[in-house]
Each structure stands twice: as structure tokens, then as C-alpha cells.
């Protein structure tokens, strides 16, 4: 996961990593550190992800996890802001 903090003190520097990160030249190297990537075309190292078929998560279901998830990222991070 990625996240680009709301007072970052070089938020144009952060941008430019995550920019670069999300490539393909940077999802190949995650995926050769065995980080699981989500970009099609750049080949997986863990074979377990090979021989499954990728799906999209159901809104309605996956939409309140996140929201909780918000939640407790913002009680922890932002002292509830």
C-alpha cells in the first residue's frame, strides 16, 4: 500500500516515488523482492499467484470493510481528524 501523507514535508518527491513505484520498472523490481503486484504484464515470483484467475472484490461487500479500515487508520494516524 501506498499513501502520500496530507502534510508531507516533500509531497512533489513522494508523488514522483509513487509515480514510479506503480510503473512497470518498479513492480518488476517489487515483484523480484517477492511483493505481491497487481500490474498485468509484469511477471509474478510466488507460483501460487500464477494458477489462480484474479477477480474484482463485490462494492457492497468489500465498501464497509474500507470504511472501518478508514476509520481505524484515521484513529491511529490522524487522532480521529
Known amino acids: 500500500m501506498l499513501m502520500l501523507a496530507r502534510h508531507a514535508p516533500h509531497p512533489h518527491a513522494a508523488a514522483l516515488l509513487i509515480d514510479?513505484?506503480?510503473?512497470?520498472?518498479?513492480?518488476?523490481?517489487?515483484?523480484?523482492?517477492?511483493y505481491v503486484v497487481a500490474r498485468k504484464g509484469v511477471k509474478q515470483t510466488i507460483p501460487a499467484l500464477l494458477e489462480k484467475e484474479s477477480f474484482l472484490a463485490?462494492?457492497?461487500?468489500?465498501?464497509?470493510?474500507?470504511?472501518?479500515?478508514?476509520?481505524?487508520?484515521?484513529?491511529?494516524?490522524?487522532?480521529?481528524?
Open 20 to 34: 514510479w513505484t506503480l510503473s512497470e520498472e518498479g513492480q518488476a523490481l517489487l515483484a523480484t523482492l517477492g
Open 58 to 81: 463485490d462494492p457492497d461487500f468489500i465498501g464497509p470493510i474500507l470504511e472501518e479500515t478508514g476509520k481505524d487508520f484515521r484513529g491511529i494516524f490522524t487522532s480521529g481528524r
